[in-house]
């Protein structure tokens, strides 16, 4: 079935971009761990890049699908869970670009998540933030990101509360 292999492909690749980097993953490799040719993988991806985007773009949607979807001025804490639990969701692809930074510039993926990150801050703490809020607010949102990709082996009910708290008390909320 052509969507069973499209799919056993992703996540092939994926552990691999986890585990070696994307540039030092070839398509040769992700084909023979699958036990399919090359041409087959061609088949389902045109070139390394479409399988890079294909396993980015949940991660997109989801974190534009989270900021469209919210108020400014809610409850800083539920956002601040929210937000650790998308990256939650993404820390393999999020170690993925860690990893291989390149990504991240090649996808043209920088400075979209850099505009996501202060649509981010605007919702916790307002529009008009003075230099020591924007330091907190980095210091927060990377760091229940970092918590989520160096702690992924333990239990999410584990490392959940402590880094929004942690977070909470770094923005002063």
């Not at 639990?85 to 692809?93: A, F, N, S």
């Not at 291989?100 to 996501?116: I, N, V």
């Not at 230099?131 to 907190?136: D, N």
């Amino acid at each position: 079935m052509p969507g069973d292999t499209k799919g056993r492909i992703l996540a092939v690749a994926r552990e691999l971009f986890v585990e070696q980097g994307v540039q030092n993953t070839s398509l040769r490799q992700i084909s023979e761990r699958l036990g399919i040719t090359k041409p087959a993988l061609y088949y389902h991806f045109a070139s390394r890049d479409d399988l890079v985007r294909s396993i980015v773009q949940p991660l997109i949607e989801d974190i534009e699908r989270f900021v469209r979807g919210r108020e400014p001025a809610g409850d800083p804490r539920e956002l601040l869970g929210d937000y650790f639990d998308l990256m939650w969701r993404h820390r393999e692809v999020i170690v993925m670009m860690v990893r291989d930074l390149s990504t991240l510039s090649h996808l043209d993926l920088g400075a979209r998540m850099f505009a996501w990150r202060r649509q981010i801050v605007a919702l916790l703490l307002g529009p008009d933030l003075t230099r020591e809020q924007h330091i907190r607010a980095t210091v927060a949102l990377g760091g229940m990101s970092d918590c989520a990709v160096e702690y992924a082996d333990l239990p999410l009910e584990e490392v959940k509360p402590t880094a929004v708290e942690a977070a909470a008390v770094a923005l002063g909320i």
